[in-house]
C-alpha cells in the first residue's frame, strides 16, 4: 500500500511517497500543498495520506535543510527500486554518491558504467528518476559546463536554483535569466 505525506519547506510543500519496501517518489516543493497532493495522486491515485513514519523522517528533515540552503545527504534513505529497471538502478546509485555542491556530466556517469556513449541513456534514466533530491539528478550536468535537462517542474531553472542552494559551480556558470 502507497503512502504519501506533505511538508512545508523553505520554497513551499514537498512530498514523499511510501510502502513497506521503501521510498516510492518524491515530489519537489509547489507553492501550494493542494497542488502537491494533486501531483502525488495522478502518479498514484490509490495512495492515502498519512504521517512521515519514523524511518523517513531524517529524509524529511533532510528536504527541508536543502531547501534552506543547507547541504544534505539522503544516502540513508530505503528506496523501492522493485519497478526500476536494472540500468537506471545504477544510474541512480552513481547519482546518489554525488556529494552536495559537486556535479557530474551524464558523460562521466557513463564512463563509470563501462561505456562513454551511455551518455544519453543516462540522461533519460535520470528523466525518469521519481526519486528528485533524494537521488540527486540535479547534480549531473551536460559537457562543457552546461546544465542539461531536468524535467521535473520549473525545468532547468529548478535545476539551477538547487545546484545554487547547494553551490555547486555548475550554478555560477550559468545565467538563470537566459
Request: charge should be neutral.
Amino acid at each position: 500500500m502507497t503512502q504519501y505525506a506533505l511538508f512545508d519547506t523553505a520554497i513551499g510543500f514537498a512530498g514523499i511517497a511510501w510502502n513497506d519496501a521503501g521510498l516510492v517518489a518524491c515530489h519537489l516543493p509547489e507553492r501550494d500543498a493542494e497542488t502537491a497532493r494533486r501531483g502525488f495522486l495522478r502518479r498514484f491515485p490509490e495512495a492515502s495520506e498519512a504521517e512521515v513514519p519514523v524511518a523517513l523522517a531524517t529524509t524529511v528533515e533532510n528536504i527541508r535543510a536543502l531547501m534552506r540552503g543547507e547541504k544534505a545527504t539522503f544516502e540513508d534513505t530505503p528506496l523501492d527500486l522493485s519497478r526500476t529497471p536494472a540500468f537506471h538502478a545504477k544510474v541512480y546509485e552513481i547519482a546518489r554518491a554525488i556529494p552536495p555542491g559537486e556535479t557530474l556530466t551524464y558523460g562521466q556517469i557513463a564512463e563509470k558504467l563501462g561505456d562513454k556513449l551511455l551518455a544519453r541513456d543516462v540522461g533519460a534514466a535520470l528523466g525518469k528518476n521519481p526519486w528528485p533530491i533524494v537521488v540527486p539528478c540535479h547534480r549531473v550536468t551536460a559537457a562543457g559546463g552546461k546544465p542539461g535537462g531536468f524535467s521535473a517542474r520549473g525545468g532547468v531553472n529548478t535545476k539551477l536554483k538547487l545546484l545554487a542552494i547547494e553551490g555547486a559551480a555548475a550554478a555560477a556558470q550559468a545565467d538563470l535569466f537566459a
